[in-house]
């Protein structure tokens, strides 16, 4: 299998630097979403100190020209750091924090979705929204082409991959297992993890998060999946459907309740907010992947447990529903609701935004109300 130059560098000798003292000074990543919506990046810079909250961090900038972000001819971008987390690969003292994007003007750049997804928390703070979502990955090769399957053909049918063990079915357990550890470390809200039904594809879990912090997490999740596999030489995709035909695609379930949805009769207000939801079926589809729902179109096809992108549907323990109530949830007459509609390579703060417009909001209609007149 193809892996990248990087990974056959000698990783023993790294460890040889990397074991050096560095003094009172500390190394802090700063990482953004790029223009693609999809994408990030990220740069160092030395403090003489280690911050202890994100507001000791400093503001700095970057060339937006050369991340799809800005015209060459007014290219500084701003970069404004908002949640900090421990460094898994330099380790302590060292940070890894995530940044929003401002524009020469200090006006939220295109992609930076966090701005207005914390002003719609910020409203209905006191109903205390949780969200848990399953990001579903798949890893490839250097050359494009799955983890582990034949150079010249396919892998067996589905079937023995969800959950699988051995080497004839989880293909790339190292890569998980490492990723998993670094989230540990790293203070992400990671809950777990599992082998899809294509091999070569995984899911990882995250939550339960209140508000804004569901889509810091997840962001620096994925950060640190993309530098795991950078070591390995790998390449990790969030395509929602890799691979056509007749294989699983990967989406980015998000669980979501409120503080009455977790209370007894609850079930109540989860079945009120699902018929909102069913009334705004053309937005949330718009909102759940970066290009308005031609990605999702391709995964979202009423096989391989999804639901039809064209058609609304909820139901108990139905894993082709684009809403799923856990059946635990009827028995117990309270908890939350499954939208399995959200496509693996969403923007979290679009999906957590929309989720909250629709069901606290109770807004209508195929277009976001604007709260910042």
Request: glycine share 10%; hydrophobic share 30%; net charge negative.
């Amino acid at each position: 299998m193809a892996t990248s130059v990087s990974s056959k560098l000698n990783k023993a000798l790294k460890q040889q630097y990397m074991s050096l003292p560095q003094g009172d000074r500390v190394q802090v990543m700063y990482i953004w979403i790029d223009g693609s919506g999809e994408g990030v990046r990220c740069k160092t810079r030395t403090l003489d100190s280690e911050p202890k909250t994100v507001d000791e961090l400093p503001e700095w900038n970057f060339d937006g020209s050369s991340t799809n972000q800005s015209e060459g001819s007014n290219s500084d971008m701003f970069l404004i750091p908002v949640a900090m987390f421990r460094d898994p690969f330099r380790k302590d003292p060292n940070k890894l924090v995530l940044c929003e994007v401002l524009k020469y003007d200090r006006s939220p750049a295109e992609t930076n979705r966090r701005h207005t997804c914390k002003r719609v928390m910020s409203m209905v703070q006191n109903s205390h929204p949780w969200f848990g979502m399953e990001q579903e990955y798949t890893l490839l090769g250097v050359d494009g082409h799955p983890y582990g399957w034949p150079s010249k053909g396919f892998p067996g049918p589905q079937g023995p991959y969800y959950c699988g063990v051995g080497a004839d079915k989880a293909y790339g357990r190292d890569v998980v297992e490492a990723h998993y550890r670094a989230c540990l470390y790293a203070g992400v809200r990671i809950c777990g993890t599992n082998a899809e039904v294509m091999p070569a594809q995984w899911e990882f879990q995250i939550g339960p998060c209140e508000g804004i912090n569901m889509g810091d997490h997840l962001w620096i999740a994925r950060f640190i999946l993309h530098r795991v596999c950078e070591d390995f030489g790998v390449i990790v995709s969030f395509d929602p459907k890799p691979i056509s035909g007749n294989w699983n695609g990967a989406g980015c379930h998000t669980n979501f309740s409120t503080k009455e949805m977790r209370e007894d009769g609850g079930v109540k207000v989860i079945e009120d907010a699902i018929e909102r939801l069913g009334k705004r079926h053309k937005y949330h589809i718009r909102a759940y992947d970066p290009k308005g729902g031609l990605d999702n179109a391709r995964r979202l096809t009423g096989h391989h447990e999804t639901s039809s992108i064209d058609l609304f549907s909820a139901g108990v323990a139905n894993r082709g529903a684009s809403i799923r109530i856990p059946r635990t949830v009827v028995q117990d007459d309270k908890g939350y609701f499954e939208d399995r509609r959200p496509s693996a390579n969403c923007d979290p703060y679009i999906v957590t935004e929309a989720l909250v417009r629709t069901c606290l909001l109770k807004e209508e209609g195929d277009e976001p109300t604007d709260y910042s007149r």
